[in-house]
Antibody, heavy 124, light 107 residues
Framework: EVQLLESGGGLVQPGGSLRLSCAAS????????MSWVRQAPGKGLEWVSA????????YYADSVKGRFTISRDNSKNTLYLQMNSLRAEDTAVYYC?????????????????WGQGTLVTVSS | DIQLTQSPSFLSASVGDRVTITCRAS??????LAWYQQKPGKAPKLLIY???TLQSGVPSRFSGSGSGTEFTLTISSLQPEDFATYYC?????????FGQGTKLEIK
């Protein structure tokens, strides 16, 4: 059974940093691309970032480019999101999600398994 | 970035109704579109990918169609468990934007 368990959320001041983790189990982690998607309170879904199975290819939304870094440790079956220079508008539930292919190309980066999410609140 | 516009944003319907939600892309995205269902406090659930392929385990009352810039999600006969918010997502080019959502409520 595929399981994705996010952690690392919490309250952080504007300008601060936070690292989210997503522990994966139930599948061969290194064989699949992964993504982060966020949802601000009462708002819709926003795709944040994706990474290929090897970690060699990464992609970001314009809203986080240069501030957030996606990475993965395939030996630990764990996905990360390093978030720097946080702003109030980054406040959201952050979901990690699994794609069905190794690379995000040709429409293959849809998300068929999701974690339960972790809440990040950016406030002074 | 490619923009996705869903219509309507809110929809009120009754059990047994047939409903259709539309997703329009600001430029052509071939068939690289997915649909998700989200219930309050829960993670989204994949319903359809590649515009019209039903995800395993999803009831056959859900169907998707379209290509290029216009797509539809149809629920043939609404069930009580279908009242939720629905999102489309384009997978043609980074970033993989979502539509703004359609909230389906009980009439």
């Amino acid at each position: 059974e595929v399981q994705l368990l996010e952690s690392g959320g919490g309250l952080v001041q504007p300008g601060g940093s936070l690292r989210l983790s997503c522990a994966a189990s139930g599948f061969t982690f290194s064989s699949y691309a992964m993504s982060w998607v966020r949802q601000a309170p009462g708002k819709g879904l926003e795709w944040v970032s994706a990474i290929s199975g090897s970690g060699g290819s990464t992609y970001y939304a314009d809203s986080v480019k240069g501030r957030f870094t996606i990475s993965r440790d395939n030996s630990k079956n764990t996905l990360y999101l390093q978030m720097n220079s946080l702003r109030a508008e980054d406040t959201a539930v952050y979901y990690c999600a699994k794609a069905p292919e190794t690379y995000c190309s040709g429409g293959s980066c849809y998300l068929h398994y999701w974690g339960q999410g972790t809440l990040v609140t950016v406030s002074s | 970035d490619i923009q996705l516009t869903q219509s309507p944003s809110f929809l009120s319907a009754s059990v047994g109704d047939r409903v259709t939600i539309t997703c329009r892309a600001s430029q052509g995205i071939s068939s690289y579109l997915a649909w998700y269902q989200q219930k309050p406090g829960k993670a989204p659930k994949l319903l359809i990918y590649a515009a019209s392929t039903l995800q395993s385990g999803v009831p056959s009352r859900f169907s998707g169609s379209g290509s290029g810039t216009e797509f539809t999600l149809t629920i043939s006969s609404l069930q009580p468990e279908d009242f939720a918010t629905y999102y489309c997502q384009q997978l043609n080019s980074y970033s993989y934007t979502f539509g703004q959502g359609t909230k389906l409520e009980i009439k």
